[in-house]
Antibody, heavy 123, light 113 residues
Framework: EVQLVESGGGLVQPGGSLKLSCAAS????????IHWVRQASGKGLEWVGRIKSKADSYATAYATSVKGRFTVSRDDSKDTAYLQMNSLDTEDTAVYYC??????????????WGQGTLVTVSS | DIVMTQSPDSLAVSLGERATINCKSS????????????LAWYQQKPGQPPKLLIY???TRESGVPDRFSGSGSGTDFTLTISSLQAEDVAVYYCQQYYYPPLTFGPGTKVDIK
């Protein structure tokens, strides 16, 4: 069974940092592209960033709203992806999901999602 | 960035009736590598992560009831629920995954009339 489990959320002051983890199981993590998506309370889904596999040179991409502040990384030996968040602002308060972009004869949607971890930025 | 729009913002449909949600992308999301539109639909219920319903604009995800169908191509897409069930009450999002930043539509809330 495919599982993605986020951890590391919590309360942080504006300007602070936080590192989220996404532990994966049930699939070949090293061959998968992992994405992060966030959702503020009562709002829609916002894509945050992604990291591709080693075969795609661990290519990363970010939303404009987080570029230069957030970094996506991965440790394939631990089947874990990370989201390092720096210079946090109250606007970053949200539930953060990690998810997998499936590849089957082409990219084919975000097929598995974690349950999410809540990040609250407040003084 | 590719901008995704959805209409309507919300709709209420009687049980057993059809629900139709529209999605428009600001540019084509056709992937020339496989000649498929990189367009997905997700269902999200309160307190739950999104669930993939449709990918490649019209391919139903395994296990998704066949009352859900996707259509369209290029920049205009539609999600149809042919016979609304109580468990279909949710917010539905379209998303393009053609090129980063991946972008979602604002969502359409579906309720029972």
């Amino acid at each position: 069974e495919v599982q993605l489990v986020e951890s590391g959320g919590g309360l942080v002051q504006p300007g602070g940092s936080l590192k989220l983890s996404c532990a994966a199981s049930g699939f070949t993590f090293s061959g998968s592209a992992i994405h992060w998506v966030r959702q503020a309370s009562g709002k829609g889904l916002e894509w945050v960033g992604r990291i591709k596999s080693k075969a795609d040179s661990y290519a990363t991409a970010y939303a404009t709203s987080v570029k230069g502040r957030f970094t996506v990384s991965r440790d394939d030996s631990k089947d874990t992806a990370y989201l390092q968040m720096n210079s946090l602002d109250t606007e970053d308060t949200a539930v953060y999901y990690c998810t997998r972009l499936r590849y089957t004869s082409g990219w084919s949607g975000l097929d598995h999602w974690g349950q999410g971890t809540l990040v609250t930025v407040s003084s | 960035d590719i901008v995704m729009t959805q209409s309507p913002d919300s709709l209420a449909v009687s049980l057993g009736e059809r629900a139709t949600i529209n999605c428009k992308s600001s540019q084509s999301v056709l992937d020339s590598a496989n000649n498929k539109d990189s367009l997905a639909w997700y269902q999200q219920k309160p307190g739950q992560p999104p669930k993939l319903l449709i990918y490649w604009a019209s391919t139903r995800e395994s296990g998704v009831p066949d009352r859900f169908s996707g259509s369209g191509s290029g920049t205009d897409f539609t999600l149809t629920i042919s016979s609304l069930q109580a468990e279909d009450v949710a917010v539905y999002y379209c998303q393009q995954y053609y090129y980063p930043p991946l972008t979602f539509g604002p969502g359409t809330k579906v309720d029972i009339k």
